[in-house]
């Protein structure tokens, strides 16, 4: 039988010690102390890629804003209006993030299109824009689940902040079925449940 080791007010006083002192050491670092096990480089790395995604759906979102037209686009402009808006939101989120790991984001609008998880397309009819706006979401739904998994406990701020993202991009993608289903007049989900 193993005996448990009980840490005592001393052994907490000295782990406090301890912390305080790599606290101070390496302060070029910024928020990446010692118990960061994640690779710092790769994780950049990734949310460059995380913030290219995001930048490229809210391009997506604005220019099917302005390019969609018909007797019953204005609710869906609206819609797509409110998307633009929050996927601007997640792409400040990441970039800050960025920022906080010691990299510097990248806001090059050459490489987005190469790094985005989406494409960027160019659709002609409302339809097609829903659809395209759809397919997007479920990409980026996707991914991020993938890359919440990778971080785990390893980083887990970076973690959290996909999951909340992720909640809205869940939302997106429903939103975008939901359009889809009352511009299309069929719905999707089956009376059988």
Partial sequence: MQQRQVQTHTDFLTNVVQLRERARANLEDGAVTPSYTEDVQRTIEILQSVLATELVCSLRYTMNALAASGISSEGVKKEFDQHAMEEMQHARLVAE?????????????????????????????????????????????????????????????????????????????????????????????????
Avoid: W
């Fill in 97 to 193: 993030r960025i920022n906080q790991l010691g990299g510097k984001p990248d806001f090059n609008p050459a490489k987005l299109t190469a790094k985005s998880a989406s494409q960027y397309t160019e659709a002609e009819t409302l339809v097609e824009m829903i659809k395209e706006n759809l397919i997007a979401e479920r990409i980026a739904c996707e991914h991020y689940r993938e890359l919440i998994r990778h971080f785990s406990d390893k980083d887990p701020t970076t973690r959290i902040m996909l999951e909340q993202i992720l909640m809205k991009e869940e939302e997106h993608a429903n939103d975008m079925r939901d359009l889809l289903v009352a511009h299309e007049g069929t719905p999707m989900l089956s009376d059988t449940a």
